[in-house]
């Protein structure tokens, strides 16, 4: 019984956000300008928008209804640990933010040591070692092999102190 | 004449001097991430997909999409390994194998079992390949015919068919679908040029890009998976328990007779439930227990460690990789993850996948050498063809070993690793940071649709069919003198629309998908 209340309640949950999204495309489609034909290129993204809205209403009801069905193993969020998902989150927007200012080579190095932390390596030695072998060789693959556009940090070039990695 | 098509198509693929060596390297990549828990083929074409595209003119177009074919079946294949010696499935597609697979193991007999699914594995994918290659061929001829209103509506179709069986929530199947549809949309109008729902994001206008959609959904959220169990591998025990039986390590003569008949079988479910867009290896397998379970004259073992709870499973699960090409090659509709992944591919190469792509006119220039696509896609089956047996040697010889290794591995080291090449691969698709962002983000939402059972693999497919399908609506609406109607008459244009089959199709494969949860829901409260 206190599963299935659960699961009503993330079923809600879920209904309001694909709510949220049908509506916020709805939004977007109409920014795109219609031509003078019926069908023209914002048809189809208002029709799957209003659809998603649709949806959302369908699993409101069910939820209302209390039809959601029975909870199934890894349904929800109650096994959840919070802390490591946003740790693991915090890794990747570090990564985007690092990669901004500073360039490839050091948000690599600042991604994996947060990474290994969050997944609970604390041997300094064991992160310090693993960190110079892949920022190394991920510097090596993507940016020396691949050839990739390695792009100035806007903070600090550190591009001249990696190069000889890339073979630049 | 598709038998000269096969052996030109293996003249061709022994003639690219890379193919044979991504092909057993496929077989092996594939295997391993297949018996990675949690990580899927999918996953890693993800990853190497834009390595690939990025040195798709240096090892040539061949090499590159059967490396990505050959990984998909491999990567089935090894999801029974885990299964067997973890008591965890590696893919979806294996779950039903792990109900005798280790019970089997826990008995001292793990190599008959891994030999068993390798065995039931390579049958069940070579007659796979052999229903994609005859099938695929004879469809093709028919589905050459059809203009944009019987594409549309072959689309629609699709759309409403993967979306109602592709997840246990008919609703939840199709909201996934859409989500897709809608994202794909985003970015510059194929018709008239104008930037769509961009949200003022310079980077969008060109779309957003399916790479990081695919690593986000696939890959990054099991990272975030991984991170919240935090759990090590358990190996079994495969050394220490002594038993009589010499054929303790062996699937033998007499059990591969016995299991003969039970494999076609289920090489046969499989290869049917391959053909239906978005039903996949994960149904066939629970399919072919079942049906096999309730065949045997040993019921009552099954559950316990028996040969056949394993070769049905894996002979089903591995029937559908080749049938699963069936949809795409004839109609363009990707049936699976894996196949949706593959049209990037072939476009990559300037090929268009859909029933033309058996044409022998007009060449195409791939890896350095003239071809028709017929002659490309037969050199693809033949890589194929030699993917299984590169896969069922290693896996025959090499699969405890592989088991073993995966078991030390310290996992607390290897999702961070698979994190930042996800990450830096993100990147790679487009040289875009927006992009490794996009990533993160749909890592999350991965996460959240996983949570919540949303499907996404409909998402995925959803999102690489939107744009043909809009592009064939719009052409529908500009040759039709009735709107909307041409997609409800037998005659456009003075010719025969089938359309309108694929619109009741897809009304009858709903409903009946409607009616089957409806009574199970009747049932289950009774």
Not at chain 2, 236 to 242: H, I
Not at chain 2, 292 to 301: P, T
Not at chain 2, 327 to 342: D, E, F, M, Y
Request: proline residues 4%; glycine residues 10%.
């Amino acid at each position: 019984m206190q599963d299935h209340k659960y699961k009503v309640k993330i079923e809600y949950g879920v209904a309001a956000i694909v709510a949220f999204i049908g509506i916020f495309f709805i939004f977007q489609a109409l920014t795109i300008k219609i031509s003078n034909e019926a069908v023209g290129p914002r048809t189809m993204p208002m029709a799957l928008a209003i659809s998603l809205v649709l949806g959302a209403i369908w699993l409101w009801l069910r939820a209302y209804r209390g039809k959601v069905g029975a909870v199934q193993s890894g349904y929800g969020f109650i096994d959840s640990d919070t802390k490591r998902i946003t740790l693991v989150i915090g890794c990747g927007v570090l990564f985007v933010t690092t990669f901004w200012l500073f360039g490839f080579f050091m948000s690599v190095i600042t991604g994996y040591v947060a990474a290994l932390l969050s997944f609970g390596v604390r041997s300094g030695p064991k992160i310090i070692i693993s960190t110079i072998v892949m920022a190394v060789m991920l510097q090596w693959l993507f940016m020396g092999i691949m050839r990739l556009n390695d792009p100035k940090g806007e903070l600090i070039d550190m591009r001249p102190l990696t190069d000889f990695i890339s073979g630049n | 004449m598709i038998f000269a098509d096969i052996i030109g198509g293996f003249q061709t693929f022994f003639a690219d001097p890379f193919a044979i060596y991504f092909v057993f390297l496929a077989a092996f990549v594939g295997m391993v991430f297949g018996a990675l828990p949690g990580l899927t083929a999918a996953a890693a074409i993800a990853m190497m997909l834009p390595i690939l595209i990025v040195y798709n003119d240096v090892i040539g177009g061949l090499s590159g999409l059967a490396f990505l074919y050959v990984v998909g079946k491999s990567g089935r294949y090894g999801g029974s390994i885990a299964a067997i010696l973890f008591n965890t499935p590696g893919t979806a597609a294996s779950a039903a194998t792990m109900q005798d697979g280790y019970p089997m193991s826990q008995s001292g007999r793990a190599g008959k079992a891994l030999k068993t699914a390798t065995i039931a594995s390579v049958f069940g994918d070579y007659f796979g390949e052999i229903v994609l290659i005859f099938g695929a061929v004879s469809i093709a001829a028919f589905t050459r015919q059809f203009g944009p209103p019987e594409n549309f509506t072959i689309y629609l179709m699709a759309f409403v068919v993967i979306g109602s069986v592709v997840s246990d929530s008919i609703i939840k199947g199709v909201i996934s679908t859409l989500f897709g549809a809608v994202v794909a949309l985003i970015g510059e109008d194929t018709i008239t040029g104008q930037f769509k729902m961009t949200m003022g994001i310079d980077e969008l206008e060109s779309g957003m890009a399916l790479v990081p959609l695919l690593i986000g959904v696939f890959v990054i959220s099991e990272v975030i998976i991984q991170a919240e169990k935090a759990v090590k591998l358990k190996l079994v025990d495969l050394g220490s328990k002594k038993i009589d039986d010499p054929t303790a390590h062996y699937f033998t003569w007499v059990e591969f007779k016995r299991c003969l008949p039970l494999m076609f079988r289920s090489s046969i479910y499989g290869s049917l439930i391959g053909m239906m867009p978005g039903l996949g290896s994960s149904v066939a397998c629970f399919v072919a227990y079942g049906e096999e379970k309730r065949r045997a004259k040993n019921k009552d073992e099954w559950g316990t460690g028996v040969v056949e709870g394993i070769a049905a499973p894996e002979s089903a699960n591995n029937a559908v990789s080749g049938p699963s090409m069936i949809p795409l090659l004839t109609l363009g509709i990707p049936g699976s993850t894996i196949a949706a992944v593959l049209i990037g591919m072939f476009l990559v190469n300037g090929l268009q996948v859909g029933p033309q792509i058996f044409a022998t006119e007009p060449p195409i220039f791939i890896g350095g050498n003239m071809m028709s696509p017929r002659e490309f896609i037969f050199a693809i089956f033949a890589g194929g063809l030699i993917g299984i047996g590169a896969y069922g040697l290693i896996g025959y010889f090499f699969a405890p070993l592989v088991g073993k290794t995966i078991a030390v591995l310290p996992t607390e080291y290897l999702y961070p690793f698979i994190f930042m090449i996800s990450l830096a691969a993100s990147y790679s698709s487009r040289s875009s940071i927006s992009d490794v962002g996009f990533a993160i983000l749909f890592g999350v939402i991965g996460y959240g649709m996983r949570r919540t059972n949303f499907s996404a693999a409909a998402f995925i497919i959803a999102f690489v069919l939107t744009t043909s399908m809009e592009t064939a609506f719009r052409q529908s609406m500009i040759i039709s003198d009735n709107g909307l109607l041409v997609f409800l008459q037998f005659e456009y244009m003075n010719k025969f629309s089938y359309a309108p089959i694929f619109l009741i199709i897809g009304v009858l494969v709903v409903g009946f998908r409607a009616y089957s949860t409806i009574s199970k829901s009747k049932r289950t409260q009774a």
